[in-house]
């Protein structure tokens, strides 16, 4: 009964490193997103995958890239870590394409130094 | 810019009081108005929802009152309970979810 799993759970990286952020989810969803959340600005989407084998720009795509490897996982690839990624991450899932009621990962809180 | 504008960024209330969230809109094509609830540590999850053709729609303390002239609508937290401190936002979905900023409730006991 796991949900959406993220890992890791914290993270802290120097600038210009790379790293992958991982999410599943094991609820049979369609739609997977990735969101980062900033004080005073919310969620703002990143990337998502409407279904398996498609992939698109949300609000904020920029020095991201994404990956969905099968219908369970989504990844978040950071190429080259800025200070402005500060923040913590979420991946979501949910059953059709922007569904309100969608899962949410645990988080990844991210630090770049 | 944010599309949905979420206000107060923050509220202390009295156990068993009332809490008001509010939130604005510009793009009336939105189509579904979610509220989530965050506990710290954890993710959003789905508290309410309410489609722009209803004006109110209640669930056990919690209600949304949507008013759609005016572009608006608010989170009501009925006898406000120490349980209920979180941080609450409001959306709206068109073709994604978009979020407001977050409002962080705490309940006095």
Redesign the interface.
Known sequence: NAG?TQTPKFQVLKTGQSMTLQCAQDMNHNSMYWYRQDP??????IY?SASEGTTDK??VPNGYNVSRLNKREFSLRLESAAPSQTSVY?C?SSVG??G????????TRLTVV | QQQVKQSPQSLIVQKGGISIINCAYENTAFDYFPWYQQFPGKGPALLIAIRPDVSEKKEGRFTISFNKSAKQFSLHIMDSQPGDSATYFCAARLNQISFGAGTTVTVRA
């Open positions: 959406v005073g600005m919310g969620l703002r989407l998502y949300g609000e979420f979501a394409q922007a309100v009621d969608a899962f949410f990962g645990q988080g």
